[in-house]
């Protein structure tokens, strides 16, 4: 496991000695391999998960006339998380780092989309910029997470990557077109084809336990938006945003979304390259 912390290689020392007379064929071979995959991602997905749990329980059990508001319990909750995270050894500091960047970026947008009324929170609490309550922050930094946390769970590597400084500009535009549509121009559909072409020949290598996953790394992108988005249909059902569609009762969020996700998907790989940049397989390094 790659930079794994110090509780991750005792988490992954102990698997292995569970595992290691595990079958290498057959179905059962097949069922311990994705057991792992399934346990590798939710391992992935903790920071994104406890957020998630806090802001339903917040919904159902959080009292309205509390002496503190619900959105200045969610933040404090979400600092409180992301401390865990720390502590417990489930992120290094250098991962810190770039998920504190993902939160920056996302709070920014989130000033500007609240602004211009693309989405609304409840105006109550007093940790908050604006209208925008602080624990926003957190949930793009669940985002960022997830991504640093799976690259060395699975050990990623790639082939045929595009040039960093390619994918640098192409993630600057679509992060500018977030905020530039709203007065000009949409170019998010010239912007996905973009995407399509930039990343159609990349191959992800995701090793499980004893295989390694061969996955297009579009395909990868897509499947994360979609999770986002039934998470994001969580957040919404729980009251903590709304679209302006939902302000008179909740529905589904709209699946045009799910466009949106995806570009921001290629943000946070590009953010995250730069803290691990993609590398070509050691075992395909050893054969060339």
Not at 19 to 39: H, K, N, S, Y
């Given at each position: 496991?790659?930079?794994?912390?110090?509780?991750?290689?005792?988490?992954?020392?102990?698997?292995?000695?569970?595992?290691?007379?595990?079958?290498?064929?057959?179905?059962?071979?097949?069922?311990?391999?994705?057991?792992?995959?399934?346990?590798?991602?939710?391992?992935?997905?903790?920071?994104?998960?406890?957020?998630?749990?806090?802001?339903?329980?917040?919904?159902?059990?959080?009292?309205?006339?509390?002496?503190?508001?619900?959105?200045?319990?969610?933040?404090?909750?979400?600092?409180?998380?992301?401390?865990?995270?720390?502590?417990?050894?489930?992120?290094?500091?250098?991962?810190?780092?770039?998920?504190?960047?993902?939160?920056?970026?996302?709070?920014?947008?989130?000033?500007?989309?609240?602004?211009?009324?693309?989405?609304?929170?409840?105006?109550?609490?007093?940790?908050?910029?604006?209208g925008v309550p602080l624990f926003s922050g957190f949930m793009y930094a669940a985002v960022g997470s997830y991504m640093v946390r799976v690259y060395r769970l699975f050990d990623l590597g790639f082939t045929r990557y595009p040039r960093r400084w390619v994918t640098a500009i192409v993630a600057a535009a679509i992060y500018v077109n977030f905020f530039a549509h709203h007065y000009w121009w949409d170019a998010r559909w010239v912007l996905l084809v973009g995407v399509l072409?930039?990343?159609?020949?990349?191959?992800?290598?995701?090793?499980?336990?004893?295989?390694?996953?061969?996955?297009?790394?579009?395909?990868?992108?897509?499947?994360?938006?979609?999770?986002?988005?039934?998470?994001?249909?969580?957040?919404?059902?729980?009251?903590?945003?709304?679209?302006?569609?939902?302000?008179?009762?909740?529905?589904?969020?709209?699946?045009?979304?799910?466009?949106?996700?995806?570009?921001?998907?290629?943000?946070?790989?590009?953010?995250?390259?730069?803290?691990?940049?993609?590398?070509?397989?050691?075992?395909?390094?050893?054969?060339?």
């Open positions: 496991m790659q930079r794994a912390t110090s509780l991750e290689r005792r988490i992954d020392a102990a698997a292995h000695r569970l595992l290691r007379d595990a079958p290498a064929g057959g179905i059962r071979a097949f069922l311990v391999e994705f057991a792992v995959f399934v346990l590798k991602q939710a391992w992935a997905c903790i920071f994104g998960a406890a957020l998630l749990v806090v802001i339903v329980a917040a919904r159902l059990w959080y009292p309205d006339d509390a002496l503190v508001a619900r959105n200045d319990a969610l933040t404090i909750a979400a600092v409180l998380i992301q401390v865990a995270m720390l502590v417990f050894r489930l992120e290094s500091g250098r991962e810190l780092w770039v998920i504190l960047l993902f939160h920056v970026t996302g709070t920014v947008m989130e000033l500007f989309k609240t602004d211009v009324g693309s989405w609304a929170y409840a105006a109550d609490g007093i940790l908050r910029i604006g072409v930039l990343w159609l020949p990349t191959v992800m290598h995701a090793r499980v336990w004893r295989r390694t996953l061969r996955i297009p790394l579009l395909l990868a992108f897509a499947g994360v938006a979609v999770f986002i988005y039934f998470a994001e249909n969580i957040g919404t059902l729980a009251g903590a945003w709304a679209y302006p569609d939902q302000v008179d009762g909740w529905q589904p969020v709209s699946p045009s979304k799910l466009v949106s996700w995806f570009l921001l998907m290629i943000i946070s790989v590009v953010l995250v390259t730069w803290v691990y940049p993609p590398k070509v397989p050691a075992r395909l390094r050893a054969g060339r």
